[in-house]
Every structure is written in C-alpha cells, then in structure tokens.
C-alpha cells in the first residue's frame, strides 16, 4: 500500500520543496520505492532541485500531448519526480476535474511505490487544499516567525474546516536548535489546540544551513552531498523516521490511491 505525505506550509519560502525532496531521497536510501509530485503549478521547483531535466510537465499531460508515462522521470536514488512546469493560466487555474485526473493519475504507478510525496506551492489556494485532503499525511513546515505561524494556522484551519483533516506533522525549520524548535512547535500547537480539535506531532527541526542554501545552488539534494554537516543529515533522519511511523489512515473522499472513481 502506497503511504503519501504532502508537504505544505501557507506562507512561502520556509522550506517545503527542499525538506520534500530531501526526505524523498532518504525514504528511498531507506530501501524505499518513492516518487514525488510537484504540484507547484506556477514556480514549479522540485525538478531543479533534484537536478532532472525535465522538458514535460503535467500541462503536457492535462492537454492530451503526453501520456502520464512521458512525464515521469526518474531521479537519484530510483526517485520519480512528476514535474510540476511553470505557470501556464491553464495549470494555474486547475478545476476539479482536473484535479481529480491528476489524482487518479498517480494510480498507474501504485504498485511500484512504497511513498507519494506531494509537494505544493504557498498559500490556501482551493488546488493546495484538495491536493492535501487527498494525501494519508498532511505534513507542515513552519519557521519561527508569526508570519509563518498565522499563514501554517491558516491553512490547518481550511484544510480541518473544508475537509475535516484532524491530524498534521509539524516541521519546524531554520531553528537555532531543538529546544527553540521545540517551543516553537508547542506554541503553535497551543494556538491551534485553542480553536480545533485536531492532533499535532513535533516530526521534527532543521537548523538554518548553508549546506542547504549551496545544495540548492548546486542542484544536487543536501542528503546525498558528503560535505553537509552531520547535524544536518541527522535532523533529516529524524524527520524521515518519524514520518515513515506514522500510520496509514483510512479517509474517504478523493484521495490517492484509493478506489474512488468519481469527482
Ligand atoms: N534549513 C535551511 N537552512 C537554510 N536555508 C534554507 C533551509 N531550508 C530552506 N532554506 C532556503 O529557503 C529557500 C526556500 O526553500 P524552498 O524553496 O524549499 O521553500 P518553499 O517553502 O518550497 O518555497 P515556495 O513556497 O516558494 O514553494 C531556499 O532557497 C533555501 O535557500
Ligand atoms: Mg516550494
């Protein structure tokens, strides 16, 4: 059975694609058969980190020019990266329908995959939200700043409101270290517990590197570089090992991998 994870965060920037890929790549050193979907219609990012070159994109897929075959490629590690392109209105603008198509897309490949990670753009765009709804595990990266908490709140909040998601894994990234990740986590954990009944999990911190910083410059995804520091690598680990504990939930409505024929 197919696990997925969507990584999503509300405000931009704090780290979604890099954590996603990286802990894609490590599900896979793992001994895991993994692919990630980059549903970042408008800055599509996770190709460039992952270094693929990919020349088709779900746009080519939704207006019949590609089979889904054409647009999956495969990556360090055995990864498949289903790329996300950049910015046609038309992918910009996904309706349900297409959506849906997407989702159910992925179905070709179940029997080759352990995990879906879905990685999304920023903000609580309607695409953001059913992509999230149709994953096992809703995963949240936040950085210490308000900002990050009030727009991470904003899109827990629509997504538990509009879907009925009552159960997320919080990152905390960029942090000086445990302790403060920690204390950011049980403060945002004591915001939210306010207004919903939902259940929060710590997966985990990063500390703010340059390690990830030149990993992006180079293309080449920090957990495979030699050179980046041990503290780093571990963080990851965690995260991952975390992540890869949590169950398997049932949900109905659309969702990946699941026998739902209808939108
Ligand atoms: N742990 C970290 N240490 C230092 N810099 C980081 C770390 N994580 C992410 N960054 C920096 O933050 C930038 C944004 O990262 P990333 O693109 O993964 O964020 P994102 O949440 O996916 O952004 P978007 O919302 O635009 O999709 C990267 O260019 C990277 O340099
Ligand atoms: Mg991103």
Not at 145 to 159: G, I, N, Q, V
Not at 231 to 236: H, K, S
Request: overall charge neutral.
């Amino acid at each position: 059975m197919v696990k997925s994870l969507a990584f999503v965060s509300g405000k931009g920037g704090v780290g979604k694609t890099c954590l996603a890929v990286n802990s894609a790549i490590n599900l896979a050193l793992m001994g895991l058969k993994v692919a990630v979907l980059d549903t970042d219609f408008g800055l599509s990012n996770a190709n460039i980190m992952m270094g693929v070159k990919s020349d088709n994109t779900i746009s080519d897929f939704l207006s019949g020019s590609h089979s889904f075959n054409d647009i999956v490629y495969n990556s360090h590690g055995g990864v498949k990266l289903i790329p996300g392109g950049s910015g046609t209105l038309d992918t910009l603008n996904l309706d349900t329908e297409q959506r849906w198509k997407i989702i159910r897309s992925l179905d070709a490949l179940e029997n080759d995959l352990d995990y879906l990670i879905v990685d999304t753009p920023a903000g609580a765009s309607n695409s953001s939200i059913e992509f999230a709804a149709a994953v096992d595990q809703v995963v949240i990266t936040v950085v210490g700043e308000p900002t990050s908490f009030m727009d991470a709140y904003a899109f827990l909040k629509a997504l538990h409101i509009e879907k009925g998601v009552s159960r997320f894994s919080i990152i905390i990234n960029m942090a000086k270290n445990e302790t403060s990740a920690f204390r950011d986590f049980k403060s945002f954990e004591k915001i939210v517990l306010k207004f919903f009944p939902v259940q929060l999990a710590f997966a985990g911190w990063m500390p703010g590197s340059n390690d990830v910083v030149q990993s992006i410059i180079a293309r080449k995804p920090f957990i495979l570089d030699k050179k980046t520091k041990k503290q780093v690598g571990t963080c990851l680990d965690v995260i991952t090992n975390n992540l890869h504990k949590i169950p398997k939930q049932k949900k109905s409505g659309i969702h990946f991998f699941s026998s739902e024929t209808g939108y």
